[in-house]
C-alpha cells in the first residue's frame, strides 16, 4: 500500500464532496506516530535492539483500530498508508472506530515462539501509554495471530496494573477462550458474500448468486471459506488457484473434493476432473465475477482488457492497480472495492470489543446477523453514491467515509 496512491483517491473523493482544504488536510494526515526501539532477550542469551511503530490516523468516530504486522519490511511509510485506510474502512461500515496501524521490523521466520513472545511483550510494554480499550485497539496482521493477541491481553494488563477481564478490550483477533468472537475466522468471506449479494440484488448485472459462474484467485482463510460459503448458495466455482497455479471445470468444481485434494498433495493443482491453467488465465477465463482472493496488483494495465468477468469482487487487498482501474470502468465493469468487499473482519472484531467491554458473549448465528445488516447497508450506500456522484465504485466509498469524517467535524 502507497501511501501517495491512499491519499490521491482520498484527494479524488473530496473533490466530489467540495470538501474545504482545511477538512481535507485533517483527513490526510496522522494524529500521532509512535516509533520505539526496545530490548529482547534472544534464545542465545544475547540482547537484540528491534524498532516497532504504531500510528493513530484519526479518532473523529472512536478509539484507533488496525492491525500489528511483525515484517522485515516494515516502514513508516507503509504503516502510515495503511492507517489511513484502517480510517477510511471503519467509515466506509460505519464504525464507531477510527484508524491506525502498527509494526515491529522483524523477520517471524528467524524467532523462536519465546523471542516473538519476548519481542510482543517488548513493544507492548513501550506503547501501552498510547493503547487502550477506549483509545487504540490493535488486531492481527500479518505474520500475527491470536496467540499473539492473547499475550498482548496479559502484557498490558500487567504493565497498566489492571485486571486481566477489563484489559481483554485492548485489542481483537483473540483466541475464543481469552475473549475472541465467534465467526471472526470467517468473517473476511461471509463479509464478501453479503456484499455479492447486495449488489447483484441491486444492480442486476446478473440474475442471481444460484449458477452465478465464479473464478477464485487464492484458496487460503479469504478465498477457502469464500468458495465453501457461495458453494452452498449453488454458485457454480468454475476455477480457483493457489500459489502453484489454477485449476478449471466449467461445469463447475466441488469445492469439498478440491479442498481436500489440496490437504493431501499441498496444491490444488491435478485435482481430478479438472483442467490445469495459470493465475493469468483464470483471471481472464469467462465468467460472471472474478474474485482476486490472494496478492496485491494482479489486474494490471497489461490483462485489465482480457478481463471476461462483469463483476469483480475485491476480497484481496489491493488486486487492482489504478491504472487497471480505469480500464475496467470504460469497461463497465463492477468493481466491489477492497475497502468495502473485505471490511468483514474488522466489522466482527468490534463486535468483539463491543462483547468483551459489555461482558457479553454472542452466538454465531447473531455475529452473523449484524454482519450482514451493516455489509448490506454499506453496499447500498456505497452504489447509491456510485449514481448520485457518476464516479467508480471505489471512489463512491472514499466519498461515504469522508463525509461522515467531515461531518463530524463540522459538529
Ligand atoms: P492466506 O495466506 O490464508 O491465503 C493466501 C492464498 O493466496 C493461498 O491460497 C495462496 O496459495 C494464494 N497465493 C499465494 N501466492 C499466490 C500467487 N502467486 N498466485 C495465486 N495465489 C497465490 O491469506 P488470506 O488471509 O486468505 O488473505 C488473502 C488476501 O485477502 C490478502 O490480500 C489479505 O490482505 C486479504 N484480506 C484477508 C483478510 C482475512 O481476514 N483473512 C482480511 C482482509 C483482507
Redesign the pocket.
Known amino acids: 500500500m502507497e501511501l501517495e496512491n491512499a491519499k490521491n483517491t482520498i484527494k479524488k473523493a473530496a473533490e466530489k464532496l467540495n470538501l474545504s482544504k482545511e477538512t481535507l488536510d485533517i483527513i490526510l494526515n496522522t494524529e500521532r506516530e509512535v516509533k520505539v526501539n526496545f530490548p529482547v532477550q534472544m534464545d542465545d542469551g544475547t540482547q537484540k535492539i528491534f524498532t516497532g511503530y504504531r500510528i493513530q490516523h484519526n479518532s473523529l468516530l472512536g478509539p484507533y483500530k488496525g492491525g500489528i504486522r511483525y515484517h522485515p519490511e516494515v516502514n513508516l511509510n507503509e504503516v502510515s498508508a495503511l492507517s489511513i485506510w484502517m480510517t477510511i474502512k471503519t467509515a466506509t461500515l460505519n464504525l464507531p472506530l477510527g484508524g491506525g496501524k502498527g509494526g515491529v521490523i522483524c523477520n517471524p521466520k528467524e524467532l523462536s515462539e519465546q523471542e516473538i513472545e519476548n519481542l510482543t511483550r517488548g513493544f507492548i510494554k513501550k506503547i501501552a501509554p498510547v493503547i487502550g480499550p477506549h483509545k487504540d485497539i490493535p488486531a492481527p496482521d500479518v505474520y500475527t495471530n491470536s496467540k499473539i493477541m492473547d499475550i498482548i491481553v496479559d502484557e498490558y494488563s500487567k504493565t497498566e496494573g489492571i485486571p486481566i477481564e477489563k484489559a481483554k478490550a485492548v485489542v481483537t483477533g483473540k483466541s475464543i477462550e481469552n475473549g475472541g468472537s465467534l465467526g471472526r475466522d470467517t468473517?473476511?468471506a461471509r463479509g464478501g458474500q453479503f456484499v455479492l449479494k447486495q449488489a447483484i440484488e441491486q444492480t442486476k448485472i446478473i440474475p442471481t448468486l444460484e449458477n452465478a459462474t465464479i473464478a477464485i484467485?487464492?484458496?487460503?482463510?479469504?478465498?477457502?471459506n469464500f468458495a465453501k460459503l457461495i458453494s452452498k448458495d449453488n454458485a457454480k466455482i468454475i476455477a480457483i488457484?493457489?500459489?502453484k497455479g489454477a485449476i478449471h471445470n466449467p461445469k463447475g468444481l466441488n469445492i469439498n473434493k478440491v479442498l481436500e485434494h489440496k490437504k493431501q498433495t499441498g496444491s490444488v493443482m491435478n485435482t481430478p476432473d479438472t483442467i490445469c491453467m495459470t493465475?493469468e488465465q483464470l483471471l481472464e477465463l469467462d465468467c460472471d465475477v472474478l474474485v482476486p482472493?490472494?496478492?496485491?496488483n494482479q489486474i494490471t494495465e497489461k490483462n485489465a482488457d482480457k478481463i471476461k468477468a462483469k463483476i469483480i469482487l475485491e476480497?484481496?487487498?489491493g488486486p487492482t492497480t489504478p491504472e487497471a482501474d480505469k480500464i475496467l470502468e470504460e469497461k463497465n465493469k463492477l468493481i466491489l472495492p477492497d475497502i468495502l468487499t473485505?471490511a468483514g473482519?474488522v466489522t466482527v472484531s468490534y463486535y468483539e470489543w463491543f462483547q468483551n467491554i459489555n461482558q457479553e458473549k454472542w452466538t454465531a448465528e447473531k455475529v452473523d446477523e449484524k454482519l450482514k445488516e451493516k455489509m448490506q447497508n454499506a453496499t447500498k450506500e456505497i452504489l447509491d453514491k456510485k449514481e448520485k456522484y457518476q464516479t467508480t465504485t471505489r471512489i463512491a466509498a472514499y466519498v461515504n467515509a469522508i463525509e461522515r469524517l467531515s461531518r463530524k467535524l463540522e459538529n
Do not use: C, F, M, V
Not at 484467485?217 to 477457502?224: E, H, K, P, R, S
Not at 482472493?293 to 496485491?296: T, W
Open positions: 468473517a473476511t484467485q487464492g484458496i487460503g482463510n479469504a478465498g477457502g488457484s493457489d500459489s493465475n482472493a490472494a496478492l496485491a476480497l484481496a487487498n473485505n473482519g
